[in-house]
């Protein structure tokens, strides 16, 4: 089968336009596993491994700009770990050091499964995605970005480049519940990122709905109850069980092999009023 390693994002996309039944390959931990079970042929495919703007991650004011080929091992560490911390720790959480040394947030973007770790917390920050197509490159916020389960705004021939996260000043976190401890798909997963500046709190769902979903009911209901200081913010252990409830009324789940629609919610709740605690006084 061939194989084309292009060393640009240009020559990457002109690989993309003369060969439409071309597939991008990045870590090839979730395209290979679809392959080796029969599900998907390839004809040919443009690995991005060595494509260096895809591997880079710089702070551009305030969003850090993270090349979409980007391993989860690397998110582990400076500067995505002290300017985004929560996804620093979904990052942890993800497969084993083996896998994240080859898995990408390109890849978990393209593949856009609801479960994917990363996912949450780019909705918690409002992350966006830049694209490059034949039409040149977009900015497509991650709220438009998933069109249902594993299907996305990409089209043929599309790259995904980088994902632009805002840097926010406050407390972060990220919680998952597996069937067990590691090396596990989320059944549920939840982001949470408090923007002291803005007074603002986010929150990403994962594993609850047929995409990443946000909680912006909860979020604004909470931030207009909770005390805002300089340094922290604060809230009443009422407000942290109501804040709850409503962020379990924002997830849309079903039942599946991992776990059912009931005990997602469950999940939710317990994630919802665990991770503010955490965040506030
Ligand atoms: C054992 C195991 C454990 C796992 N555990 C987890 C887990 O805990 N959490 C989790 O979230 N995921 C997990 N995964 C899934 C997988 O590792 C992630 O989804 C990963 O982020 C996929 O990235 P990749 O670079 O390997 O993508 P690839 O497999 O290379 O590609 C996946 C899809 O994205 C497309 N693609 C890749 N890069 C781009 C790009 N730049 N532009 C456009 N399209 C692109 C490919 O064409 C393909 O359709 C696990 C997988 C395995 C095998």
Redesign the pocket.
Known sequence: MPVIVPESVESALAALAAFPDA????????????VNDGR?SLARVVA?GRVPE?ADIRVDDATVVIG??T??ARLELDPVARLVPALALAAR????PQ?RN??????????A?P?????PVLVALGASVE?AGMYGRRLIPIAEFFTGPKRSV?EVG????AVRVPIRRGPQDYL?V?VRNA????VASLAIAVDLDRQRVGIGLGSVGPTALDAPEACSWVAARARWRGDGVEVTDDDVVEFGERVTDAARPIDDHRGTAQYRRHAVGVMARRALRRCTG
């Open positions: 597939t991008v390959l990045a870590g090839g931990t979730d395209l290979m596993v679809e998907r991005v895809l979409a080929a391993t989860f959480t993800v497969g084993s896998i080859a898995a990408t947030i390109g890849g978990n973007l393209a593949t499964s479960a994917g770790d990363a996912l694209i990409l599309d790259l995904v480049v998952k597996g090396m596990v798909i989320a």
